[in-house]
């Protein structure tokens, strides 16, 4: 069996229940593997990684088979909080700088443009109807310090991506629709927009069929063989030889399959709910009428949007099991944080809630590279909560090396990620670096 470091639970088909996303669409049919089959190249993982590398072999005319446990966009891809925008790594400008160099930061910003880039771009080739709204993203400080902090900073940021970084004091937030408690000021950004995760992967999906790749959800891969110059996978139901391989399973990944992921990722929960529909009044009540996709200063954020019919998305990372008492803590203090932040919805349902694994590298970048000495494997994953924009781009890359072309990446990207120190333990540090950033919070 897998070895996976949550409760098992996490990995089961009834994790995704009380998520808002599935209602909202119907996902093509992706029969499970059955038999033997025989491809150019095998993806593990039908997430935006996996999907996007399955769509860009298939049109460089390569067959193609994506294997997942369960379906497309069933992991974090269809269950995020639909933010196609800057990000992907856990180091700030100055760490980056610090470690790799300028050079090394000037090509991580123009990787995060390209990303975006990459989920508008295939929006359009696929006419995709994403929900697509907000223009770029507004960061809300929620201390003077953090405020301080933007202020400082603001000039460079938007230096560093070729736009204007907007400050907005608090009563400029107010009057664009965007009042929330606790908050000392903000700054737009005008980088990426908001979407429907699960209608793209749908559209992921359709795309990559079209192009003549096979989707099989219900296959979970057991084992990797290596056979011959290729791959042999085996699911419950089939067996998939293959000449090259992606895995592209992030936070879901398992540590023996193969072994060289063993403690290369650590997988953490992020949590959302959504409010049933709010009416003008409730939403003039609050002072929040603005469709722009915002988060908050603190190291363990808070996330929000405005969606299109008048739902309100609030999401926050923390938890570190996978129980159902764990998870009603979670919804407990997520509901504490929403009301504290508007306090005009403290008595507001919240019908939905579910949580996901995102996932973090020990290098705090993404890693898009060889799988261990493997021949003609590739892995990519690591996207530290900003996965929809990073993700698609980095499935896009992963192919580019399948194909043996020569991707344009950071040099760091590239770079295999060391392992996690308690390897199979990994999982109980988050504790203390959760107790330690909600001590920064507070600051």
Not at 313 to 326: N, V
Request: net charge positive; glycine share 12%; hydrophobic share 45%.
């Amino acid at each position: 069996m897998p070895k996976n470091i949550y409760e098992s639970a996490a990995y089961e088909a009834s994790s995704l229940d009380g998520c808002y996303w599935p209602g909202t669409c119907e996902m093509p049919a992706t029969p499970a593997l059955a038999g033997e089959a025989q491809v150019d190249a095998a993806v593990i993982g039908a997430g935006f990684t996996g999907l996007s590398a399955a769509l860009h072999l298939a049109r460089a005319g390569m067959s193609v088979a994506v294997l997942d446990r369960h379906g497309p966009g069933w992991g974090a891809s269809g269950r995020n909080g639909g933010f196609a925008c800057i990000g992907g790594s856990k180091l700030d400008r100055a760490a980056m700088i610090r470690a790799h160099g300028r050079g090394a930061r000037a090509a991580w910003c123009h990787a995060e443009r390209a990303a975006i880039d990459t989920v508008a771009r295939l929006q359009a080739e696929l006419d995709i109807d994403l929900d697509r709204h907000s223009e770029g993203e507004v960061m809300l400080a929620h201390s003077p310090r953090a405020m301080a902090a933007l202020r400082a900073e603001a000039e460079a940021t938007g230096a560093e991506y070729g736009v204007r970084a907007e400050i907005l004091p608090p009563g400029a937030l107010a009057e664009r629709g965007m009042r929330a408690e606790g908050v000392h000021g903000g700054m737009h950004l005008p980088l990426g927009f908001a979407l429907n995760p699960r209608k793209y992967a749908a559209g992921l999906t359709r795309g990559a069929q079209a192009a003549g790749a096979a989707v099989h959800g219900g296959s979970p891969v057991t084992r990797i063989r290596r056979e011959g110059a290729g791959y042999r996978l085996e699911t419950p139901g089939g067996s998939l030889r293959a000449g090259r391989l992606l895995l592209a399973t992030n936070g879901y990944a398992s540590d023996d399959l193969p072994g060289w992921m063993r403690a290369r990722y650590l997988p953490v929960q992020s949590s959302v709910m959504v409010t049933r529909v709010l009416d003008a009044a409730e939403l003039a009540a609050q002072g929040w009428t603005s469709d722009l996709m915002a988060y908050d200063s603190r190291h363990l954020l808070h996330y929000f949007r405005l969606l299109p019919g008048g739902r309100f998305l609030f999401g926050m990372r923390g938890g570190i099991r996978w129980t159902p008492e764990a998870h009603e803590a979670v919804r407990r203090r997520m509901r504490a944080d929403f009301a504290a932040m508007f306090p005009a919805w403290a008595e507001v349902e919240t019908p939905f809630f579910w949580s996901g694994l995102a996932n973090l590298t020990r290098n705090l970048v993404p890693y898009i590279g060889p799988l261990g000495d493997w021949p003609g494997a590739v892995a990519a994953f690591g996207y530290h909560g900003n996965g929809v924009a990073m993700a698609s781009w980095s499935g896009q890359q992963a192919a580019e090396l399948l194909l043996g072309r020569r991707p344009v990446l950071p040099e760091f990207v590239a770079r295999p990620p060391a392992r996690f120190e308690l390897g199979p333990l990994r999982r109980l540090a988050l504790g203390g670096a959760y107790l330690w950033y909600g001590l920064q919070d507070r600051r």
